[in-house]
């Protein structure tokens, strides 16, 4: 009974909790330490992941996780949504905020393409070239064709092809309209393939 | 998303990319996230709370925005029911019309002045002097023969 007891518990803490459970977590976390917490946990792997994706090298992406986590943390107290889709929302639209604030220097653009081009020419095992091969197309690659985009259009195809949200979360996130958004997005695209060699 | 942006979305994805993170690094940001938390709540409840700025506390505090419009209210009254009230009295009316007359017949007698002197610039001082002379006699005479004597 006791091993059946764990191995339910276990499931239980395994299973993504429902949409009510995570609403409520959110409004519990506004003044709730320990919500607080499973919040954090929840959301960590998704924000990090999203900052790596923006800013390529490890360690900068961890600073800039740390930086979002501790903007959270600081004003979740007056966090005015009510729903995870929201915080959500928000945390995307502080995460962007950094990331753009830390891509604004062009030198640590640069430093950014350099270690990408670098790792690019290792994992292509030497071969480097601006028209890549389909099946030669590594991360590396489409990162350094990603940096030749506006800020602005770097959000929108990490949250769109990375982070499947829709045009009206990333319109929220950007503070523009889901209209104008689509059309950034088709533009930015057309340019991204394009810089990739893939053909439209 | 259209099949083809699909397609693309699926080629990106299926791209190696490793994106676990560190434990030591989520264990580190959890502890500084829960301590700015707590400083946060502190700050937030307790009673060594920051001073808000006085614009802020606006923006904030119902209370102090309705005692900032109703002091600005009551200062526009005061100067409003200043200006209406100010109503100048009988004898200052007199007083002021009197002054403004003076000053009319001041501006005309230099008006007079002037425009002897330029009508008699080329005469010399004596001349002008008989010239203002003899006007003054001819005033003086007219002044004595009054109305009722005729």
Same mark, same amino acid.
């Given at each position: 009974? !006791?091993?059946?007891?764990? +191995? ?31 919040? %954090?946990?929840? %959301? ?17 992406? +961890? ?23 929201? !915080? ?10 950094? *990331?753009?604030? %830390?891509?604004?220097?062009? +030198? ?34 489409? %990162? ?12 929108? *195809? ?11 979360? *990333?319109?929220? *996130? ?27 | ?49 920051? &001073? ?50 003076? /000053? ?10 002037? &425009? ?18 003899? /006007? ?7 002044? &004595? ?6």
């Amino acid at each position: 009974v !006791f091993r059946a007891l764990l +191995e339910v518990m276990e499931d239980q803490s395994h299973s993504p909790p429902s949409a009510e459970k995570m609403d409520d977590l959110v409004v519990r976390a506004r003044n709730n330490r320990t919500a607080f917490g499973e919040l %954090y946990d929840l %959301y960590y792997t998704r924000i990090f992941r999203h900052c790596l994706r923006r800013l390529f090298q490890r360690d900068v992406a +961890e600073d800039v996780t740390a930086e979002v986590f501790l903007n959270v943390a600081r004003h979740m107290g007056s966090f005015a949504g009510q729903t995870h889709a929201e !915080f959500l929302r928000w945390t995307h639209t502080i995460a962007t905020n950094q *990331i753009n604030a %830390y891509l604004r220097k062009s +030198e640590r653009r640069a430093r950014l393409l350099e270690g990408a081009a670098r790792r690019g020419v290792v994992e292509a095992g030497g071969q480097c070239s601006s028209q890549v091969d389909l099946a030669l197309l590594d991360w590396p690659h489409v %990162y350094q064709s990603l940096l030749k985009l506006k800020s602005r259009d770097q959000s929108i *195809i990490v949250l769109r092809f990375f982070d499947a949200m829709s045009h009206s979360e *990333i319109a929220a *996130i950007l503070n523009m309209q889901p209209g104008a958004v689509r059309a950034a997005e088709r533009r930015a695209l057309e340019k991204f393939r394009n810089d990739l060699g893939i053909e439209s | 998303m259209n099949n083809h942006e699909e397609q693309f979305r699926s080629l990106l994805n299926e791209l190696p990319f490793d994106g676990s993170p560190r434990s030591e690094h989520r264990g580190a940001v959890r502890e500084q996230s829960l301590l700015a938390f707590d400083e946060a709540a502190t700050q937030r409840l307790g009673p060594h709370s920051p &001073e808000l700025s006085p614009r802020r506390s606006l923006m904030i505090r119902p209370a102090a925005l309705l005692g900032f419009v109703a002091a600005l209210a009551a200062f526009c009254g005061g100067v409003l029911a200043l200006i209406n009230n100010w109503l100048p009295e009988q004898h200052e009316v007199a007083q002021l019309r009197g002054v403004a007359i003076s /000053d009319e017949e001041l501006v005309a007698a230099l008006d007079l002045l002037v &425009e002897f002197d330029s009508s008699h610039d080329d005469l010399t001082f004596d001349q002008g002097i008989q010239i203002c002379l003899v /006007d003054h006699q001819f005033r003086h005479e007219s002044n &004595e023969v009054s109305p009722s004597d005729q």
